[in-house]
């Protein structure tokens, strides 16, 4: 019986990555999406108060230098405001993804789809999310994916009501970019660390700490230009290096990552 | 101390398949394992890992009912989790369908005695998991720096898994409390 089964999983493994999306596993695959996305989602909404209650608490402990301030407030979440505080936390984030929106970065023609995160990936090995809006409501493959402080990821994979965005973090995950003010070039590039570095600047370009860094929506780019990505935090140089090695912190906070919005193009 | 499950003699006899009524409880906690797993799970972080709910209850359920439900409800667990995340086909149920037998075959062959048979099987099972998955990983040419693996996914996982292992194999063994003993091999 167990022989059966790791033969079963070996031969599922080979098939997934053999066939194409449109392939009896990703059917399948597809077909039970679509019983357990809602319970996903369902799951999700229920739990959001007690994410955001233990994602504050938790940052509770990096504050120190707010502590009486951060306490008196953590005594008004144990009060039993962790409801509301996650209301006003959804309408914040979709306030700042209307701005977004307003500031005209996206072409005239773009829709933007609202979706939210119902599942994300548990292993260290994979930073991807699940999000329940997909071919139903005109997202396609790779169409990008942001949120009000920036750029979340890209659709990689797609079902009638639910997609996987893979996030920028993910170390198989590369964005053309560009540095502001200046104008240096490079990749974005995720790592298993969650870490993102710009990759391939060139040494004789001058960037500083603190730049912004946004997409560069270079002919054959899925991302438009302008959409804003992070901050550059470091820049190293070795002499023997033909580019720059640049750390950015982006801007998207993707342990909180709650609301996003896919880009239709 | 937990008790142990493999020293009570049940009073049913050995049965080999599952009863309508185990079924439907297995098929409940699969899905519960499921939705903690994919939904809240990832948004927890504690002590550097997330908590791996799934794996957990697959070696929970594999001590009380044996190496092959363990190993059906591994595959069935792990397909599930694969479709809820869109991640690859195979890769989870193959995982946990060695989890399971392994932990199944534990509890039917080992003196299990000392009765901390759970957190035992919980910190072997998240290694074996751990090792598997970045085996897998490695195959698949993504990146798997040794440190980052060892410092930041198994040996946390390792020590929050195995905290959590007392507390939800209580839950299970209640949830699944009667429905007969399958486990083919017994020790007294």
Known sequence: MVGILLLLCIAMFTLYF?????????????????VVAPLQNGTARATKPFRDAWNWTADLFSAKSENAKLKRELEQLRAGVASELATQDENAQL???????????????????????????TTAWYSTVTIDAGGDDGIGLYDAVVNGAG??????????????????????????????????????????????????VD?????????????????????VRGIPIGQIESVG??????????????????????????VLP | ?????????????????????????????????????TAVASNFRILGANPDFALIVVVCVALLKGSETGAIFGFLTGALVAVALMEPFGLSAFVFVVVGFVAGRYAETADLSHGFAPLVSVFVATFIAGVLLALAQFLLARQV??????????????????????????????????GGDLRAVRTR
């Open chain 1, 18 to 34: 053999r066939e194409s999306d449109s392939g009896v596993v990703h059917g399948a695959q597809g077909a039970v999406l679509r």
């Open chain 1, 203 to 223: 040494r004789n370009e001058k960037v500083k700490v603190g730049q912004y860094v946004v997409t560069s929506g270079r002919a054959g780019s899925i991302f």
């Open chain 2, 145 to 178: 720096p040794l440190g980052f693996f060892l410092g930041r996914v198994l040996v946390p996982a390792l020590i929050l898994n195995t905290l959590l292992a007392a507390p939800l194999y209580l839950v299970v063994r209640w949830w699944l409390r009667g």
């Open chain 1, 95 to 121: 306030r700042a993804a209307v701005a977004l929106h307003d500031a005209g970065i996206f072409p005239g023609t773009a829709r933007l789809v609202t979706a939210r995160v119902v599942a994300r990936s």
């Open chain 1, 151 to 200: 750029l979340v990821g890209r659709v990689t994979k797609l079902e009638a009501g639910a997609a996987q965005v893979t996030l920028i973090t993910d170390q198989q995950s590369y964005v053309d970019s560009m540095v502001v003010p200046g104008g240096a070039q490079g990749i974005i590039s995720g790592s298993v660390t969650g870490d993102i570095t710009m990759q391939y």
């Open chain 2, 1 to 37: 101390m937990i008790p142990n499950p493999a020293r009570t003699v049940p009073e049913e006899e050995p049965r080999w398949w599952p009863s309508p009524a185990l079924v439907a409880r297995l098929g409940v906690i699969l899905l519960v394992a499921v939705l903690l797993q």
């Open chain 1, 237 to 262: 140089l070795q002499e023997v290096e033909l580019y720059q090695s640049i750390s950015v912190r982006p801007f998207v906070d993707f342990r909180k990552l709650d609301i996003v919005q896919v």
